[in-house]
Every structure is written in C-alpha cells, then in structure tokens.
C-alpha cells in the first residue's frame, strides 16, 4: 500500500467525504468568490449606471430598459428585462447575481482550461486567477457587470463546447455540441462588442486540440477550417449587422482611429504600437502593483483592515489546503510544448481583446472608471502567467504556490475596494437624506449643478437616476426626464452651452429627453463632514471655500423651484431615514430661512446646539444667525457670526454679504445698529471684494 493510501485510512471517512467534496473545482471556485465578494453582499447599493438602470426599471418598466438599450445594445438589453424583473431592486439580490455569474464564468474558464491542458491543475490556477483578477476592480457595480459575466460565460462555455465537439467521433454529438456552442456564441457577438474580437481565438483553440489528431499541417489546416467555418459565418453575420444593419455602438464610440490612418498614416501607427505596449503592460504585468500597496490600519481603519487581513489569509490557507488534499492523487505536469502554446496564444487573446478599444481610441486604465475595458484582456492574462509560471524550472509545489500567492493577494485588493465601494454608498445615502430634508419637493424641470462630489463610483449621469427616483411624479411621461444633475466640468459646452441665464438645455439620456434653462437650477456643494447645501446666490458669490465651478453657477440658482410639499422620501434602497443630528437640523432651518420662517429656524437652533455634533462648515450657522436677527436677538446673531469668522478669513466676505443683508430687510433699532457694527469691524468689509 502507498504512502497517501496509508494516510487515507487515517482519516475519518466524514472528513475524507468532506475534503473530496469541497476540493471539486466547481465547488472551490464558488467558496473563493463568496470568501473575496460575499462579505459585503448586505452592505452595498447601486452604483454607476446601476443605479440610472434601476431607476428606470421600477419606474418605466421593461419598455423603459428598452428604450435605453435601442441604440445601445439592443440585445443585451433584453437580458436586463428579464433579470429586473425578477430580482427587483433589492440591492443584496444584484450582489448575489453578480457573484453568481462571475463564479460560473470563472467555470467556464476552468472547463475550457481543462480541454486546452487536458489537465485539472492548470485550469483551476487559471480560473481563480480570473476570479480574482486585480485590474478589474468594478465588481460590486453588480447590475451592469452581472449582465458582462452572463455574457462572458456564454463565450467561455461556447470555446469549451467548440473543443469538446472537435474531440469526439460521435457525429450525433458532434452537432448537438456545435450548435449549442453557436448559441452561445450569438449572445457574446449579439450583445455587446467587450469580447467581439476574441472569438477570433477560437480557430488557434480549435488546432490545438486537433493537432495530435492529424499530424500533416494540410489537413491539419483543413480540419480546423471545417470545424471553425460555422463560427466564421456568425461571426461575419454579427460584423455585418453591426456595421450595417444596427451600428448602434458607433453612436456612443466613432473607430476615429480609421480617420487618423488616413490624415496622419506613420505617426498613428506609432501611436497604436505605443498604446498596445502600454496596454499589455498594464494589464498583464503593472496591475500587479496594486496588489502589494496595501494601505496602513490608521488610514484604511482598523476593522476594514482586519476583514481583509482575514479574509484573504483564508482564501491562502484555503487553496493551500485544497491543492495539497488534490495532490494526494498526483496529476501529470501539463505538456511543456503545450505550456509554451497556450502562452503565444495568450499572447494573441491581449492582442484580440483590445482591439475594440484601441479603434475606438478608448484609453485603457487600472483605476476606475476605466478598468472595465481590462475585462477582454483576462483571457489571455490568465493564459500567460499561467503558463509562465509551469514553465518555470522550479518544483510543481512552488509553482502552485506561486500562483496561490498571486491569488491571495489580488483577493485582498477586491476586498479592500469592496470596503470602498461600502463607503461610498454610505456617503450617497447621506447626501440624498439631506437633500430630501431641504428639498422636500422639486419643480419639474430643473438643474441641480454640483461639483464633482465625493462619490467615488457615481458620475452625474448616474446621480441623475437617483434624483429622478425621488423627485420625479408618478404619472410622469415615460420619454420625459424631469430633473438631471450635473458637473459643469463635464456639462458645459456639452448639454448646457454656456452659464448664461436663460439658455435652453436639451439633453437626450437614452431612456428619455430633458428640457429645461439655466435659469432654473440650484447650485449645491456637499464636502462631508459638513453637510449638504443649496448655495445663496445672493451671499456665495465670493465664497472661496466653494469650488470655482460651482460658484460660477450660483447667478443661475432659483430657489423657488424648492417646494415645501409634498415631502418626498427616498426608495426603500437607502434603508430607514437616519437619526437626525446636526445636518438634519441644519437643512430643516435652512428651509426655514427660506420660507421666511424664522421662528421655526429658531426653534431647531435650540435643538441643534443641544446636540454632541457640531457646524463643520461657518456658513452652516447662517441661518441661525439671520433668525437671529430677524427676532431680535442680536446677542445670540452676533455670537454665530463671531464663530463662523473666526474658521477662516476666506468666509468673511460672505458674512459682509449676510451682514448687508440684515441690515436691508430688519427693522432699524439701536441694538441693531450697535451689534452690526461690532459684527462688521473684524470682517473689514470695505476690504472685501
């Protein structure tokens, strides 16, 4: 009897029947991606366009998506009316599609590793190196990228049925695998253009299992030809409809790069050779720099820290002790001349996978939001580091070890970006409280100008869907898009052609159009800790601690569209209103102030600065101190004014402003005149710009 058989019986049966369970790749891969992505399942939102293409579902409906999706992957959008109806806007359910999705992508990985090496080993580093893959950094935006990996499985699955077909005899097997292999294909080239390029691998793919069947290089080439022809013709098929029939992906991304070959031949030639180097670069050998910045315990938080400590210590130790149990039934070493294949070909799928984005002249990037376009480069990532490291003149337990090592930490940066993307919606959900607290009804048609807020994985786009799913009536036409939120850094010359008053703004957002004019928008500006504020056209001209863009909006600004009912509330995405601190107080005073009422802005100054909170932000008491006033109590006006110029001199032109103001519209009185004296002295207003 051997060494491991001996051993065998050592072992408890229950634990035997456990180990062989869990050591099955399908099972190991599920395990990993619910120990690197699982985590944070109850903890997340929608993000980036999750959130526009939610809004747009509950509200408008499968003919809504649709509508989105008809001039921008029309196909891929009929997958998004079945899920959205199915899963509804639950965001935990979206975590767990997403998860699930990638997994079974990373399953398709491994089955197509397994015809290529003809070996286990080899396909599972691959697959958990997929599944992990650092680059790729937007998993948790899980609405739209569970809808990439469905496709990306069908494409993996598709290759596996391909080889599968060109293995067997059987000619009644042959068919039933061919044509559910073209099925699959269709959805990859139909849906999306990502992964278009890389089918184009397929016939290398086809020649690698075929050639020890026939040895001649004619009939090798003839078989592959037969086999592939069919996948030929589908794939002519789909270029043909999208650059005929539906050139729909023209519309959001012209190939300039035809252009530029024909004004400027030999530098654009150059030009591509550098982007592509760069490109691989990035993606197979620089995103490995991420992996290894891991960011101090005081500046990430201690907690955050320790989850990723241990989460991705038990993806190490977890590989580790599922490959070693593996081993106890020892596996040959895949092929060397195989090895040194599937690395060309690896090769060959960076090349194809980044075609659509180099014509497009589409930069490639590992930090967000441009490390989606890394997805059709982990094929042949994978590819290649995999067959590096088995080629390596090292023993096999190091290799594995290599890779696990590679895994594990890539595990350690997606957990560190899922505590990111937690934050970040967080800091959404409190920027929309607030906003329903001082907006508790917006007039239709209005713009929201904003500076390019504190959300990391939000753009205005996106933020507009979130206004709309609070703001926007029930009743409401289906193509008409009442409110949009924008940066003026990206809007202006675009959708708003200049920050002239009176200018009509049209914008068309797929799902709908938006008409509306400068002069009726609100400028706000969010910098947590302080809270949420509507600027003062009248007081915040000169307000340096308000980015420059954003002041440039302010003369734009009409409170009048702010609206004291019906008081809106967010979608049940955001969870139970929070506890009220100072920013709820803060923002009902400021409504207040507005309406005129300031008796009500001093009833809730009296529970604001009971609280342990506190103003992060001197004009957050200028409320209080214009209610101050207008109710006579300069004493208590005069000690906010004091507090709020003593933060920073950069704010005492508004206060001038807020001074002149009081002075304007309260009744004359000795009092008033002695304590806007005292208030204006130390401001030297007459300095002020």
């Known amino acids: 009897m051997s060494t491991p058989e001996r051993n065998m019986k050592s072992i408890p049966r229950p634990l035997v029947v456990l180990f062989n369970f869990i050591s099955q790749p399908v099972i190991i891969l599920l395990l990993i991606a619910l120990l690197?992505?699982?985590?944070?399942?109850?903890?997340?939102?929608?993000?980036?366009?999750?959130?526009?293409?939610?809004?747009?579902?509950?509200?408008?409906?499968?003919?809504?998506l649709a509508r989105y999706f008809s001039t921008n992957r029309p196909v891929w959008g009929l997958f998004y009316q079945i899920t959205t109806?199915?899963?509804?806007?639950?965001?935990?359910?979206?975590?767990?599609?997403?998860?699930?999705?990638?997994?079974?992508?990373?399953?398709?990985?491994?089955?197509?590793?397994?015809?290529?090496?003809?070996?286990?080993?080899?396909?599972?580093?691959?697959?958990?190196?997929?599944?992990?893959?650092?680059?790729?950094?937007?998993?948790?935006?899980?609405?739209?990228?569970?809808?990439?990996?469905?496709?990306?499985?069908?494409?993996?699955?598709?290759?596996?049925?391909?080889?599968?077909?060109?293995?067997?005899?059987q000619r009644n097997r042959f068919w039933a695998l061919t044509v559910l292999s073209l099925i699959l294909s269709a959805i990859n080239l139909f849906s999306m253009e990502y992964f278009f390029m890389l089918e184009l691998i397929?016939?290398?793919?086809?020649?690698?299992?075929?050639?020890?069947?026939t040895p001649q290089r004619k009939q090798q080439l003839m078989s592959v030809v037969k086999h592939w022809a069919p996948y030929l013709l589908l794939f002519l098929a789909a270029g043909i409809w999208?650059?005929?029939?539906?050139?729909?992906?023209?519309?959001?991304?012209?190939?300039?790069?035809?252009?530029?070959?024909?004004?400027q031949p030999f530098q654009t030639i150059g030009l591509l050779l550098g982007t592509v180097l760069r490109d691989v670069w990035q993606t197979v050998l620089a995103v490995w720099k991420l992996v290894v910045q891991f960011p101090s315990p005081a500046a990430f938080g201690q907690r955050s820290w320790l989850i990723m400590l241990v989460f991705s210590l038990a993806v190490l130790i977890f590989t580790s002790v599922v490959f070693c149990w593996r081993a106890r039934k020892p596996e040959p070493s895949a092929e060397k001349r195989t090895l040194t294949l599937t690395l060309w070909f690896g090769l060959a799928a960076l090349l194809l996978g980044g075609i659509p984005f180099w014509v497009t002249r589409?930069?490639?990037?590992?930090?967000?939001?441009?490390?989606?376009?890394?997805?059709?480069?982990?094929?042949?990532?994978?590819?290649?580091?995999?067959?590096?490291?088995?080629?390596?003149?090292?023993?096999?337990?190091?290799?594995?070890?290599?890779?696990?090592?590679?895994?594990?930490?890539?595990?350690?940066?997606?957990?560190?970006?899922?505590?990111?993307?937690?934050?970040?919606?967080?800091?959404?959900?409190?920027?929309?409280?607030?906003?329903?607290?001082?907006?508790?009804?917006?007039?239709?048609?209005?713009?929201?100008?904003?500076?390019?807020?504190?959300?990391?994985?939000?753009?205005?786009?996106?933020?507009?869907?979130?206004?709309?799913?609070?703001?926007?009536?029930?009743?409401?036409?289906?193509d008409q898009i009442p409110y949009v939120l924008y940066y003026p850094t990206v809007r202006v010359g675009l959708a708003v052609k200049t920050l002239?008053?009176?200018?009509?703004?049209?914008?068309?957002?797929?799902v709908g159009d938006f008409y509306g004019n400068t002069s009726q928008s609100l400028a706000l500006f969010y910098q947590p800790p302080a809270c949420l504020r509507i600027l003062d056209p009248e007081l915040e001209p000169d307000n340096w601690m308000v980015p420059l863009q954003v002041r440039e909006t302010i003369h734009l600004t009409d409170w009048s569209v702010i609206q004291p009912n019906p008081q809106h509330l967010l979608p049940s995405i955001y969870g139970a209103e929070p506890t009220h601190g100072?920013?709820?107080?803060?923002?009902?005073?400021?409504?207040?102030?507005?309406?005129?009422?300031?008796?009500?802005?001093?009833?809730?100054?009296?529970?604001?600065?009971?609280?342990?909170?506190?103003?992060?932000?001197?004009?957050?008491?200028?409320?209080?101190?214009?209610?101050?006033?207008?109710l006579g109590q300069w004493d208590s006006a005069l000690d906010q004014s004091q507090q709020s110029a003593a933060v920073s001199p950069v704010i005492h032109p508004a206060l001038c402003r807020l001074w002149d103001r009081i002075k304007r519209d309260t009744p004359d009185t000795e009092e008033k005149t002695s304590t806007i004296k005292r208030a204006l002295e130390p401001l030297q207003c007459n300095l002020q710009p």
């Open 36 to 64: 690197v992505y699982g985590f944070f399942i109850p903890f997340l939102g929608f993000y980036w366009d999750d959130l526009m293409l939610q809004w747009i579902s509950q509200t408008m409906g499968p003919a809504g």
């Open 85 to 169: 109806s199915l899963l509804g806007d639950a965001p935990w359910k979206w975590q767990v599609f997403a998860i699930f999705w990638r997994w079974l992508a990373a399953v398709g990985l491994f089955s197509l590793g397994k015809q290529i090496w003809q070996r286990q080993t080899p396909a599972l580093l691959a697959a958990l190196l997929f599944l992990t893959y650092p680059g790729f950094g937007q998993q948790y935006i899980a609405t739209v990228y569970g809808h990439f990996f469905l496709v990306l499985t069908a494409f993996f699955f598709s290759l596996t049925l391909s080889l599968m077909a060109a293995h067997t005899e």
């Open 202 to 213: 397929r016939p290398l793919l086809i020649w690698l299992v075929l050639r020890e069947k």
């Open 242 to 263: 999208r650059a005929f029939l539906f050139d729909y992906q023209t519309n959001n991304y012209e190939v300039g790069l035809l252009d530029l070959l024909r004004e």
């Open 362 to 478: 589409i930069p490639v990037g590992l930090s967000f939001p441009n490390d989606r376009f890394t997805l059709p480069f982990i094929l042949g990532v994978v590819l290649v580091w995999v067959s590096i490291i088995l080629l390596l003149p090292i023993k096999r337990w190091l290799q594995i070890s290599l890779l696990l090592l590679a895994v594990s930490l890539s595990a350690a940066y997606q957990l560190r970006l899922g505590v990111q993307f937690q934050r970040d919606w967080e800091q959404q959900t409190r920027f929309f409280w607030q906003m329903v607290w001082r907006i508790p009804a917006l007039e239709e048609n209005t713009i929201l100008f904003a500076h390019e807020l504190p959300f990391r994985y939000f753009s205005d786009n996106s933020l507009t869907g979130g206004l709309n799913w609070i703001y926007a009536q029930s009743g409401q036409p289906i």
């Open 500 to 510: 002239t008053a009176n200018e009509p703004v049209e914008q068309n957002l797929l």
């Open 582 to 630: 100072w920013c709820y107080y803060f923002q009902k005073a400021d409504l207040a102030r507005q309406q005129g009422d300031w008796v009500e802005v001093q009833r809730l100054g009296e529970i604001a600065f009971q609280l342990g909170d506190h103003p992060n932000d001197p004009l957050e008491r200028f409320p209080f101190i214009e209610a101050y006033a207008h």
